[in-house]
């Protein structure tokens, strides 16, 4: 299992506006894009961070579906993103793999 995870830190007075956003348009287009076939929305617990920070995990089984996720889509999704929170979020971004 793929699993690409976008780790958000939102500042604490947008948490609510960014989740619904996250929830009603950032997820379901990257979900509509079709290299994904699941995701998982986490929050950090014991972040060291100011703010909340989220952990938005979508998971493939195939790692061209992430490459091409990657190239076609993955800048425009971060575009509008910042749009909507600047100066709101710090982000970072990992792959990963599961190991059995």
């Not at 500042?11 to 979900?31: C, F, G, K, V, Y």
């Not at 990657?70 to 425009?76: A, G, T």
């Amino acid at each position: 299992m793929i699993i690409y995870n976008e780790t958000f830190v939102i500042e604490a007075s947008a948490e609510q506006e960014w989740l619904n956003w996250m929830q009603q348009e950032h997820i379901p287009a990257a979900m509509a894009t079709g290299c994904f076939t699941d995701f998982k929305v986490l929050t950090v617990l014991d972040s060291p961070n100011e703010g909340v920070t989220y952990c938005i995990q979508y998971l493939t089984d195939d790692l061209q579906q992430y490459n091409d996720f990657k190239e076609q889509h993955l800048h425009s999704l971060h575009v509008r993103h910042h749009q909507q929170f600047e100066n709101r979020y710090v982000l970072f971004n990992s792959l990963m793999k599961t190991v059995n």
